[in-house]
């Protein structure tokens, strides 16, 4: 009898130990693989745009026109060259699914990361990250998540490719960020407690490791993402300084809270069509997986992200000022439109008109990515029998971040290889 339980316990204890080993393995592989051949690459500058087909004039009704993306009076050709920062939580996967259909549409090249969905972030953006780059190459979008690096983006695209971004309020990114990687930096364990947001607020530099493995997702997120030091004082010139620069190479700063009008100005700044600004909102939360900023809560957040805080509060500025020059009323008409034809879409397209919890998704092409240890993540299921001039379009509208990649030739196989172990463990 001992003896049975004895083996039990051994080959329990074995297996164990294999798990372990194996998922340490797979967390290293896919946590810290980045390039590790560093090519001295050749400067082959790329001096226009590698547009499949150059991109037709627009001729634009009078009320429309708008000193963006003009050449004669009334007319525009819709830019195709861009650079597109994907900051993390700020609706950049809703964003880039919008610049997945326009390249589509335009059957233009885009810059992809290799084997993951990254460039092999928090790593410096270099171009040998880029797949099947060689020195003289010519792409139209770059838009997957990087470690921002202005001079090496600079040698990828067309000189006059149009730079944008977008950010959100640092308490709500603060939140939304510490639910979804807060499990991924080591320091967060050991908050105790069921509320870690409250807690770690009360007193961020008791928990906080600013040397901690995968800390800076904890502490000015934006500011890291354009890669700069996120540890840096507020009132350092350095911070002054980076805005600046970022001001200067972003042509359009989005904002989340304002999306609608941020794609507006898109639209205005690009020479786009309304159609192409259609989108659903991908990649959101459960309510129930939300907490609730109290006000102190929220300036003490504001308080700990303080560099990303300024950032903001900066590009707000230049946001309305943009708002004020396209016209407040012409913006109002523009957005009123914009939300009823996403509308028609969504009556068009989804079951139920409403995203959904994961396990209610039913086929896996529509499942979201979720966070380590939770389904928060919510999603769509297509409705049946949808007009076939509809059905393409609502399929792709509906395509979480990773399917669409693939299904645009990425190969995946450390994000998929990471999804399988996760799954294997249920975590
Ligand atoms: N259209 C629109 N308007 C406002 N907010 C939106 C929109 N689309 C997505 N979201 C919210 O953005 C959060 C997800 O951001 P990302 O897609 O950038 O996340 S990621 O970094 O790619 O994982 C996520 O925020 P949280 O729900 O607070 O986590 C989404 O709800």
């Known amino acids: 009898m001992f003896g049975k339980q004895g083996r039990q316990w051994k080959s329990m204890c074995k297996g164990l130990v294999l798990g372990t080993l194996l998922t340490s393995c797979m967390i290293l592989l896919y946590c810290l693989s980045s390039p590790q051949v560093q090519f001295n690459m050749p400067e082959v500058p790329v001096p226009y745009s590698c547009a499949h087909r150059p991109a037709r004039a627009r001729v634009l009704p009078l009320s429309n026109t708008s000193q963006n993306a003009q050449g004669q009076a009334g007319t525009c050709t819709p830019k195709v060259d861009i650079m597109f920062m994907k900051t993390h939580k700020t609706a950049s996967s809703t964003f880039i699914n919008i610049l997945f259909r326009f390249g589509e549409k335009h059957r233009l090249k885009f810059a992809f990361p290799d084997s993951r969905n990254d460039f092999f972030y928090p790593a410096t953006f270099q171009r040998s990250q880029v797949k099947d780059y060689r020195p003289g190459m010519c792409f139209n979008i770059i838009c997957n998540h990087m470690r921002f690096n202005g001079p090496e983006v600079a040698k990828l695209l067309p000189a006059d490719s149009t730079y944008i971004t977008i950010l959100r309020d640092p308490a709500e990114l603060f939140e939304s960020s510490f639910h979804y990687f807060g499990r991924l930096a080591p320091f967060t364990w050991k908050i105790p407690g069921e509320d870690k947001l409250s807690e770690f ?65 898109l639209k205005d700044t690009l020479c786009w069509e309304m159609d192409d600004l259609l989108f659903f909102k991908l990649n959101a939360r459960k309510g129930s997986t939300i907490s609730k900023l109290t006000p102190e809560l929220r300036s003490r957040a504001l308080e700990w992200n303080g560099v990303d805080w300024k950032m903001y509060q900066h590009f707000n500025v230049t946001f309305w000022k943009k708002v004020e020059a396209y016209g407040r009323e012409r913006m109002d008409r523009d957005v009123r439109e914009l939300r009823r034809r996403n509308e028609e879409m969504a009556a068009i397209c989804i079951e139920g008109g409403e995203p959904v919890e994961a396990e209610s998704i039913q086929e896996t092409a529509m499942q979201p990515w979720q966070p380590i240890g939770e389904k928060s993540i919510l999603g769509y299921n297509l409705k049946k029998n949808i007009d076939k001039k509809y059905r393409k379009l609502c399929r792709k509208m509906l395509t979480p971040e990773l399917q669409y990649l693939t299904e645009l030739g990425v190969n995946l196989w450390i994000t998929k290889l990471w999804g399988r172990v996760r799954d294997i463990i249920n975590w």
Do not use: C
């Not at 040397?211 to 002054?240: A, Q």
């Not at 600046?244 to 100005?265: D, H, K, N, P, T």
């Open 201 to 265: 607020l009360q007193d961020p530099w008791h928990y906080f490791d600013p040397e901690g493995y995968n800390s800076f997702y904890l502490k000015n997120l934006l500011f890291f993402d354009f890669g700069y030091d996120n540890t840096l004082e507020p009132g350092d010139p350095r911070v002054e300084e980076s805005i600046r620069a970022i001001g200067q190479r972003f042509q359009l700063v989005m904002l989340v809270e304002y999306f609608e009008e941020s794609l507006i100005l």
